[in-house]
Nanobody, 117 residues
Framework: QVQLQESGPGLVKPSQTLSLTCTVSGGSVTTTYYAWNWIRQPPGKGLEWMGVIGYDGSTYYNPSLGGRTSISRDTSKNQFSLQLSSVTPEDTAVYYC?????????WGQGTQVTVSS
């Protein structure tokens, strides 16, 4: 059974880079056809897809984030990571990692990130 766990700082200052890591257990980030996503939910708003890294390392990002997003992976640690640059208070949200295989079938528990000075 695959499990995902987000980790990273809960507080980031404006203009800095937000960095989060998702650790995958019970499965591999290189398993064919699986894709690994970052999704966030700002307070009082709906879910927003941020980007994805595929089993082959290919990446795709939500253009609405203005090119501030980068997703990478460490196959030796079975982890994938999110970096969001130049954050503002509007980036305050609960951040989730999720596996996509014919739909988002596995989610992490989510981690709260607050952008504030």
């Amino acid at each position: 059974q695959v499990q995902l766990q987000e980790s990273g700082p809960g507080l980031v200052k404006p203009s800095q880079t937000l960095s989060l890591t998702c650790t995958v257990s019970g499965g591999s980030v290189t398993t064919t056809y699986y894709a690994w996503n970052w999704i966030r939910q700002p307070p009082g708003k709906g879910l927003e897809w941020m980007g994805v890294i595929g089993y082959d390392g290919s990446t795709y990002y939500n253009p609405s984030l203005g090119g501030r997003t980068s997703i990478s992976r460490d196959t030796s640690k079975n982890q994938f990571s999110l970096q969001l640059s130049s954050v503002t208070p509007e980036d305050t949200a609960v951040y989730y990692c999720a596996r996509d295989f014919r739909g988002y079938d596995t989610w992490g528990q989510g981690t709260q990130v607050t952008v504030s000075s």
